[in-house]
């Protein structure tokens, strides 16, 4: 990859550039691989100080719900800055250890399928809408395929330090 998980908004659209929006959002690849842990494993960390499988699943799931409301904001014309979060913060003041897997599961679905609906919505030329995400100009399209692009990266360290 070109780009550095630190390089923030390139690197995560780079995971999804070249895929369609509407299949991006539509699959289930990430649903399944999340339906294949089960609760034993699901409380894993590779290391003490990393998240747990279920903190990734509740990171993925917030980080969606964040941008797509950002997103939603953009699409209607608001000037916004495309901002970043806490994610630590956000990961540290849940509860997603507590929450029994399925239910996690169900969260991210749920989202999904709003992102979905939404993302349905969109007309080509809101697609185009650009925005600033830190220092990068993006179109509304690129900042929603960097969404799915953050989960792939999750993903991959799920698949390669996790499982």
Not at 15 to 26: I, N, P, R, Y
Not at 72 to 99: M, P
């Amino acid at each position: 990859m070109k780009y550095k998980p630190e390089d923030g908004f390139p690197y995560y659209f780079e995971w999804a550039k070249d895929d369609d929006l509407h299949s991006l959002f539509a699959s289930h690849s990430t649903y399944d691989l999340f339906k294949s842990i089960d609760e034993e494993k699901a409380n894993h960390r590779y290391a003490p100080d990393k998240w747990s499988i279920k903190q990734v699943v509740g990171h993925i799931t917030d980080h969606e719900r964040i941008k797509m409301f950002r997103a939603f904001q953009l699409s209607r014309g608001e000037q916004i800055e495309l901002w970043g979060y806490d994610q630590n913060l956000l990961v540290n003041n849940a509860r997603f250890d507590e929450v029994e897997m399925k239910q996690l599961i169900i969260d991210f679905s749920n989202v999904r399928k709003a992102s979905l609906s939404f993302i349905e919505m969109l007309s080509d030329t809101q697609l185009q809408i650009n925005g600033m995400a830190r220092q990068h100009q993006v179109t509304l399209k690129e900042f929603l395929k960097s969404i799915i692009g953050h989960e792939r990266h999750h993903v991959h360290i799920l698949k390669e330090r996790y499982l």
